[in-house]
């Protein structure tokens, strides 16, 4: 069985465990971790993330982070001057992730998320050396009632994520289900 086939079937027995009503929106936060090879792999399987998350009686909607950089880019006014001198980006990064929290509210709200969903983040590499996961996660979990998938290709060692095996790695509460271990 290949590392993806190992980390939907994680994923799926973890998924059909009954939900605590009174967790926290961290630790409503569900990170599946696979290699960062794998990324076409698992995009060709997230149907079947989401098979397996409506046998288990939960809703499923996916909200895709790969365009939103450019899409997010290509609204700013001065967008043109960026491309010239992308150090002026930097200072304006704060402004995506604000982006990002409004279309992820906008999508929550358009999809009528429940407290009985799955809502899945895919595209979380397109954040590489923009601005943080845990960023990200931190401002979108509690948007959720449900669970929060974080499909994250990296790494998970000692409690610790590192995105596309980066440097930067961080500590976060969420749990970890891997193509390696069971949850």
Known sequence: MNRVKRLLASYARYIDV???DDAAAAQRVIFCVYNETEELRLRVRVDEFELATR????DWFLFDLTDTFAAWLAS????ESY???????????PRYLSYIADQFSAF????SVGSNSVVALQGVGSLFGLIKVKEVVDRLAPMVQGRLVVFFPGTFEN???RLLDGYDG????AIPITAEKEV
């Open 18 to 20: 009954p939900w605590r």
């Open 55 to 58: 046998n288990a009686k939960h």
């Open 76 to 79: 700013q006014r001065y967008a």
């Open 83 to 93: 491309f010239q001198k992308p150090g002026l980006l930097a200072p304006l990064l």
């Open 108 to 111: 929550i709200e358009k999809m």
């Open 159 to 161: 409690n610790n994520y």
């Open 170 to 173: 961080w500590n976060y509460l």
